[in-house]
């Protein structure tokens, strides 16, 4: 006789703060028969979106055999994505969203299809921020992983192609940097080779791991440059 499948209720939620581009954190609680166990964790460089997704997976991924499960998230993107079949459709397209558009963070829907495959799970959206414990649980954990230090990479996140969006352009002061996620600041180089086509203006400087972001409106052609007065 099969043994009984349990089942299981996972309460999951996301965050990013700044919102691309900046630290992002991942929940999940796992309850069965009035245990818990709590999933958390944290990234250097993501989006909201993406540790909604990675929070259902970290969830599905806690379990050790195959279960029924309810899912609950505040996420309509996870959600709808799900039951509505989207994320389904666009597999079967090769992740083209449309004719013209690519699906985004592919590698997570992919991963999460593939739970979905292990498990049977329902999926289900419950409001954020309304007092409901285990989401409120959830949130404060998210927030509270994004926040630790030496956070690993979203690889998906940080390498994904042009086509889905590329890597988020540095072109202002106090974006997070794309490798730790320190706020940049704008420098000024200051010298010029002459033997060089063309400078840069100014660029943006990560004053943490010293990464230097060039800035294309910052190019300028060597024909323009005027060298600083020495007197």
């Given at each position: ?97 449309t004719k013209d558009e690519r699906a985004v963070n ?107 972001y060039m800035v294309e409106e910052a190019k300028r ?11």
């Open positions: 006789m099969d043994e009984e499948r349990k089942h299981i209720l996972i309460y999951t939620d996301g965050a990013c703060n700044p919102n691309p581009g900046g630290p992002g954190g991942y929940a999940a609680v796992l309850a069965y028969q009035g245990k818990k166990k709590e999933i958390l964790g944290g990234i250097r460089a993501t989006t909201n979106n993406r540790m909604e997704i990675y929070a259902a997976i970290k969830g599905l991924e806690g379990l050790k055999k195959p279960c029924d499960v309810t899912l609950y998230s505040d996420s309509k993107y996870l959600v709808q994505a799900i039951k509505e079949g989207w994320a389904k459709r666009w597999k079967e397209n090769d992740w083209w969203r592919s590698d997570l829907w992919e991963k999460l299809l593939a739970l979905c495959e292990i498990h049977t799970v329902t999926f289900k959206w419950v409001k954020g921020h309304v007092g409901h414990p285990e989401n409120e649980r959830c949130d404060y954990l998210s927030t509270r992983a994004l926040k630790q230090r030496n956070l690993p990479a979203d690889e998906g996140y940080e390498n994904r192609s042009e086509e889905e969006g590329g890597k988020v352009k540095i072109t202002k002061e106090g974006q997070p940097c794309r490798k730790c996620a320190t706020p940049v600041v704008k420098r000024t180089p200051k010298k010029h080779k002459q033997a060089q086509a063309y400078y840069y203006e100014y660029y943006f400087f990560c004053p943490k791991c010293a990464t230097m052609s060597m024909a323009e440059y005027k060298a600083p007065a020495l007197f």
